[in-house]
C-alpha cells in the first residue's frame, strides 16, 4: 500500500482490504460491460503515475490512489464509465489538452492552465506545498537559497508558483515527484518545492526524512476536476456527478489513504541482526576507549614536560622584571621630588591667576586647591572641606548627576576633559562656572592625578540666556506672523527666516541658513533678474518698497509660488545698510480663485446670452420643424419635393441639436440626475469609446476604487468624458502616443465654489502627448465656437458644453500645459508633453439633492379625447401646434396673446381640459398666467411648451412637465397624452 505519515495499518485489515479491492474490481467489470453493452460513452481520466496517494501504478501497473477510488465512487453514483490514463504530471496535463483525456483526475488552478483548462467549483482535496531544505545547508526560507537550483514537478504548479512570485529563483525540473526525492537523497538537489503528502510519502519509502528540513508552506491549493477550455457541457455534467457522492465516502476514503496508511513492517530477521551489531558496536567502542585512554596519558606527559620548561622561563622573566622595578623606583623618587618643586611653582601661579586652580588625586579623592575657593564662594577660609565629596555637594541638583558620571570618568579617561556645571555660594545663589581638566598618567597609562581650572562664566551665560530670550521671543512673533519673513545679508545669504518661510520652500530652517536665496528660492530662469534687483536694494540703487511686489519663488519639489512682498533694509546705527528684510504672502491660490471667478463670470455671461438666442432660434425651429412636416405629409406623393423637405427636416433637426448643445452650455438643460459611482461609469466609458480609438493611441488609466457616489447625470457625464477623449485624439494629429485618464479622491480642499472646503472631491484628469495648448489660448479654450482646429473640423462647442456640463454639476474644470511646472501636474509624472484637463466633482452627500421622482409610465393606448387650450406669443407656433393637435383629434382652442387667452379662460374654466403654454410672453408671462389660473382652477393640468429648456429661470410648480421646442409632431401629442393621463390616474 506505502507509507505515509507513519501510521500503521494491521495485516489482517490489509487482507480484508485487497478482498474488498476483488470484490470491486468484479463490481466494475459487470456494469462496465453493461455500459458498453448499453452504448454509454467512457470517460478517459488523466492523472499523475507517480503521485501517492493521489495517484500512481503500482508494482503491476494498475492504477492506485486516493483519486482513482474517489472517481470510481463517482462512476458507481452515475454511472459513468471511466478509464485512467497515468503518465508523468507534465503529460497528464497535455492528455487533457491535447483531447486524449476528456478530464484530469485532479489539479491545482493557476493562471498558465486557465488558459487552455476549464475547473470545476467543487473543491476535491486541500494540499499545502512546503519547501525542503536538506540538513547540510544553513538556510531559513527561499530567501537564502539564491545561490542554488531548487528542484521542482515540470509543468506543477510549484513551478509555476516560483516562476510567477520568484522568477529571480534557479529552478531545476524533474519529471514527476518520484524523480524529485529520489534527486534529494541522492544530493542532486538540497532543496525541492512538492506537495507535503506526496513527499513524505516517497521520503518515507526511500530513507528517512530527517535528512531534510520542512520549511515554509508556500501555498495551499485545492485539487479540483478539470476540462479542456469550452467543455463546459462536460464540466456541468462532472459537477452534477460530484454531489452525489456521499461525504460518508470521501471521508472513507481519506481513513484509507492518509489517515490508515501503515509503514511497512520490520522483517523478523532484523531483530537478531540488530543485537549482533550492538554487541560489535560495544566491543569496539571498549577497544577505542582504551586506545584512547592510552593516547591521553602519552599527551599529558607530554604537556607536563613542556609546562616545566614554561615555568622556569617565567622565573628567569620574574627575576629580570625584580631588577627592573627596583631601577624604576629609583626614578620614580627623583621624579617625586621634581614633581614637589613643580607643584610649589605650580601653587605660586595658582594663587596669583583669576581663576581656580585645583589638583585631585584620583586614589585619596583629595581635592586641593591652589587659591581661595572659599572667598570665591562667599564662605570662610576653610569652611569647605579639602575632598571630592564637599565639591560635590556645593553642585546645583540638576547637575550633580551628570558631574558624577564625569567624575566616574575622570578616573579612567586618559584625555582632557571639559564640563560646565552651577556651584552654590554661601547666599544660596548659584554660579556658572566652566572646568578644563588634564590627567596625570603613571606607567600603566592610567589618570593617578588631575589637575584643572574652574572659571566663573556667570556673567557671560547670563548674557547669551538674555540674548537666546530675545531670539526665541522674535522668532515666536515672527511665526505667528502668518507670512514669510527672511533676512538677507549683503551678499544675498539667508541669516534668518521663519517657520513659514522654511515651511512654503518644504525645507528646514537649519539647512535654508547659510544658503543664498536666489539658489534656494527662485527659479533657475529667473535667478539673473532677481539677483540684480536685490543687489540695487541692498546697495541703494533701488528704494525698498513698501508697496506689493509679486514674484515667483520655486519649492523643493519644483511647484512655483506666486509671493506678494514687502521689503526694508536692515541698518547700522541708522547708517550703515547691514542686510535686507523681506515679508511675504503667498497669493497663489487667491490669483487662481480670481482667474476662476472671472472665467465663471464671463461663462455666466455667455451662458445667459446663449440660453437667450436658443429660445428665440427655438421658436424658429419649431416653425420650420412644423410647416415642413405639414408639407411632407401633403406631398408626399411627389418625390421631387419630398426630397427637399426632407433636407430641410434633416437640417432642421440638425439646427435643433446644436442649439439643445447651447442649452446645456448655459445650464439651460438639464437631465436625470441621481447618485453614480464614478469609477464604473469611466470604465464603462472606455470600453464604449474602444472601437473609435485609432491604433496609434494607447490609454492608459489609473481608475481608483470610488467609496462614494456623486450627484449627476450619467448621459451628461459620458458626454464630458467622450469629449475631453475625442479632443485628446485630435491634438494628437496622427502621431503616435497615448492619453491618460485618472480618477483619484482628494480629501483636502477642492476648489469648487460653494463646496465645503474640509469635503472630499473626486479628481478626473484627461491628459495627452499632442503639443499642448498655446500660452494665448488657454484662457479661451471654454468659449462657445472658439477652436484652434482648421475650419470644417469641428463646432467649437465641445469643452464650452463641457464647461456647461460641470457647473450643472456644481463642479470644476481645469486645463494646463504638462510641462507648465507653475501647477502640480495632475499626471503625476506619468505625461511628458501635451494638455491636461481635470475635472473635479464633490462627492454626494446624504442631505445633498434629492433624486428626482420616478418618470410617469406612457399610456399603452390614448384615446386623443379633451379639450386644450394653447398659448403662445408667436401666431404661426400656435397655428402649426393647434393643427398638429387637431389631427390627433383633441380640440384645441389657440391663443396668440396670453391676457385674451386668460380672459376666455376665467369665462369657462371647467371647459378646458388642460392647457399648452409658453413661458416667455409679454404683458403676461406663462408663470404668472399658470399661476391665475390655477387659482381658479387647483387642479387644472398645465404642459409648458419652451425654448428656454427645462432649467429655465422661471418659477412653477413642482407639477408641471415641461417640453423644450422645437419637438417633433409625436413628441407633443404624447406629451398632452401623457398629461391627461396623470388626470385620469389621479381622479
Known amino acids: 500500500m506505502g507509507i505515509f505519515w507513519g ?21 466494475w467489470i459487470l456494469p462496465s460491460s453493461a455500459f458498453s453493452k448499453s452504448g454509454h460513452e467512457v470517460l478517459v481520466i488523466s492523472g499523475s503515475k507517480a503521485l501517492p496517494p493521489f495517484t500512481y501504478l503500482d508494482q503491476h501497473g494498475k492504477p492506485k490512489g486516493l483519486l482513482i477510488d474517489y472517481w470510481r465512487a463517482y462512476s458507481q453514483q452515475t454511472g459513468t464509465r471511466i478509464r485512467f490514463h497515468l503518465v508523468d504530471w507534465a503529460g497528464s496535463i497535455q492528455q487533457v489538452r491535447d483531447g486524449v483525456a476528456n ?32 540538513q547540510k545547508l544553513k538556510a531559513n526560507g527561499l530567501q537564502d537559497l539564491g545561490h542554488i537550483a531548487v528542484g521542482v514537478v515540470a509543468g506543477g504548479y510549484s513551478e509555476a508558483f516560483m516562476r510567477k512570485h520568484h522568477p529571480e529563483m534557479t529552478l531545476q525540473n524533474f519529471p514527476n515527484s518520484k524523480a524529485l526525492v529520489e534527486a534529494g537523497f541522492g544530493e542532486k538537489i538540497l532543496a525541492f518545492i512538492s506537495d507535503y503528502p506526496t513527499t513524505m510519502y516517497f521520503m518515507r519509502s526511500m530513507g528517512s526524512p530527517d535528512q531534510y528540513r520542512v520549511l515554509d508552506t508556500l501555498y495551499t491549493l485545492h485539487m479540483r476536476a478539470a476540462v479542456k477550455e469550452g467543455n463546459l457541457a462536460l464540466l456541468e455534467k462532472i459537477e452534477r456527478g460530484l454531489e452525489k457522492v456521499p461525504d460518508a465516502t470521501i471521508e472513507a476514503l481519506m481513513k484509507k489513504w492518509i489517515w490508515g496508511i501503515r509503514i511497512t513492517r520490520v522483517p523478523s530477521w532484523l531483530y537478531p541482526l540488530l543485537i549482533v551489531v550492538g554487541v560489535l558496536i560495544l566491543l569496539g567502542g571498549w577497544m577505542f576507549h582504551t586506545m584512547a585512554l592510552r593516547r591521553q596519558v602519552r599527551e599529558r606527559t607530554q604537556e607536563l614536560e613542556q609546562k616545566m620548561g614554561q615555568l622556569e622561563q617565567t622565573e628567569r622573566k620574574l627575576r629580570e622584571r625584580t631588577r627592573e622595578r627596583e631601577q624604576k623606583m629609583v626614578q620614580l623618587e627623583q621624579a617625586e621630588r621634581k614633581l614637589r618643586e613643580s607643584q610649589a611653582r605650580f601653587r605660586i601661579a595658582g594663587e596669583l ?27 570662610e577660609l576653610g569652611e569647605i572641606s579639602q575632598d571630592i565629596g564637599a565639591w560635590l555637594a556645593l553642585i546645583h541638583p540638576k547637575d550633580q548627576p551628570s558631574l558624577e558620571k564625569a567624575v566616574y570618568y575622570h578616573r579612567t579617561s586618559t584625555k582632557a576633559i571639559q564640563i560646565s556645571y552651577r556651584i552654590r555660594q554661601k547666599d544660596g545663589r548659584f554660579r556658572y562656572w566652566s572646568d578644563k581638566g588634564l590627567p596625570l598618567l603613571d606607567e600603566s597609562d592610567k589618570p593617578y592625578r588631575w589637575i584643572g581650572v574652574c572659571t566663573d562664566v556667570t556673567e557671560h551665560r547670563e548674557m547669551e540666556d538674555a540674548l537666546k530670550k530675545e531670539r526665541d521671543k522674535l522668532a515666536r512673533y515672527l511665526d505667528l506672523a502668518g507670512s514669510v519673513f527672511v533676512a538677507l545679508d549683503l551678499h544675498g545669504v539667508i541669516t534668518m527666516i521663519n517657520r513659514q518661510g522654511a515651511d512654503l520652500l518644504q525645507r528646514p530652517q537649519e539647512m535654508l541658513v547659510g544658503q543664498r536665496w536666489t539658489e534656494v528660492a527662485i527659479p533657475e530662469h529667473q535667478r539673473e533678474v532677481e539677483q540684480t534687483y536685490l543687489t540695487a536694494l541692498l546697495h541703494g540703487t533701488a528704494e525698498a518698497s513698501q508697496e506689493h511686489n509679486d514674484s515667483t519663488i520655486e519649492r523643493s519639489d519644483g511647484i512655483l509660488r506666486t509671493i506678494r512682498w514687502k521689503s526694508a533694509r536692515i541698518r547700522h546705527d541708522q547708517h550703515m545698510v547691514m542686510g535686507l528684510l523681506l515679508s511675504g504672502d503667498d497669493i497663489t491660490k487667491q490669483l487662481d480663485l480670481e482667474n476662476q471667478l472671472r472665467q465663471a463670470q464671463k461663462m455666466e455671461a455667455l451662458g445667459t446670452l446663449s440660453g437667450g438666442i436658443a429660445h428665440e432660434f427655438n421658436n424658429k425651429l419649431t416653425i420650420i420643424l412644423g410647416y415642413t412636416q405639414i408639407l411632407s405629409d401633403e406631398l408626399a406623393e411627389q418625390v421631387k419635393f419630398s426630397k427637399d423637405l426632407q433636407v430641410i427636416h434633416t437640417t432642421s433637426l440638425q439646427a435643433r441639436d446644436i442649439v439643445r448643445k447651447l442649452l446645456t452650455f448655459s445650464r439651460s438643460q438639464e437631465g436625470s440626475f441621481r447618485p453614480l459611482m464614478l469609477d464604473i461609469l469611466c470604465k464603462d466609458t472606455l470600453t464604449m469609446v474602444s472601437s473609435i480609438i485609432p491604433d496609434n493611441i494607447t490609454i492608459r488609466h489609473d481608475i481608483q476604487l470610488c467609496k462614494y457616489p456623486i450627484f449627476g447625470d450619467e448621459i451628461q457625464i459620458q458626454q464630458v468624458l467622450i469629449n475631453l477623449l475625442n479632443n485628446a485624439i485630435q491634438a494628437m494629429e496622427g502621431r503616435h502616443g497615448e492619453i491618460f485618464l485618472a480618477l483619484e479622491l482628494l480629501q483636502e480642499a477642492c476648489g469648487i465654489p460653494g463646496h465645503t472646503p474640509s469635503a472630499p472631491c473626486y479628481a478626473l484628469t484627461v491628459a495627452d502627448e499632442g503639443p499642448g495648448i498655446s500660452e494665448e489660448h488657454l484662457d479661451r479654450v471654454f468659449d462657445p465656437f472658439f477652436s484652434t482646429h482648421p475650419v470644417n473640423k469641428g463646432t467649437g462647442l465641445g469643452l464650452s458644453i463641457v464647461h456647461g456640463i460641470m457647473s450643472g454639476h456644481n463642479g470644476t474644470i481645469t486645463v494646463h500645459n504638462q510641462n507648465d511646472n507653475r501647477v502640480e501636474a495632475s499626471t503625476k509624472g506619468k505625461m511628458a508633453s501635451g494638455a491636461s484637463f481635470q475635472l473635479r466633482f464633490p462627492v454626494w452627500q446624504e442631505n445633498g439633492p434629492c433624486l428626482a421622482g420616478d418618470e410617469l409610465p406612457l399610456m399603452e393606448e390614448q384615446t386623443h379625447v379633451g379639450n386644450i387650450l394653447l398659448i403662445d406669443d408667436e401666431e404661426h407656433i400656435v397655428h402649426l401646434m393647434g393643427k398638429q393637435l387637431g389631427s390627433a383629434g383633441y380640440v384645441v382652442k389657440t391663443y396668440a396673446h396670453p391676457l385674451e387667452a386668460f380672459n376666455s379662460f376665467q369665462e369657462n374654466p371647467v371647459r378646458y381640459d388642460a392647457v399648452v403654454i409658453d413661458l416667455g410672453m409679454p404683458v403676461m408671462g406663462g408663470a404668472e398666467w399658470i399661476e391665475k389660473a390655477r387659482a381658479l382652477k387647483p387642479d387644472l393640468p398645465v404642459l409648458v411648451c419652451t425654448g428656454y429648456g427645462p432649467n429655465h429661470s422661471f418659477e412653477l410648480p413642482e407639477d408641471i412637465p415641461i417640453l423644450a421646442k422645437p419637438a417633433l409632431p409625436e413628441e407633443l401629442i404624447r406629451a398632452v397624452d401623457e398629461l391627461l393621463a396623470v388626470r385620469q390616474n389621479g381622479e
Open 353 to 379: 591667576s583669576y581663576d581656580l586652580i585645583y589638583e585631585w588625586d584620583v586614589k585619596s579623592d583629595e581635592l586641593r586647591w591652589y587659591n581661595d575657593i572659599d572667598t570665591f564662594l562667599g564662605y
Open 7 to 27: 501510521l500503521d495499518i494491521p495485516y489482517s485489515i490489509q487482507m480484508r482490504r485487497r478482498a474488498l479491492l476483488v470484490l470491486m474490481l468484479f463490481a
Open 103 to 134: 478530464m484530469h483526475s485532479g489539479i491545482y488552478y493557476s493562471e498558465a492552465r486557465d488558459k487552455f483548462l476549464d475547473y470545476s467549483e467543487k473543491r476535491l482535496l486541500p494540499i499545502p506545498g512546503r519547501l525542503f531544505v536538506s
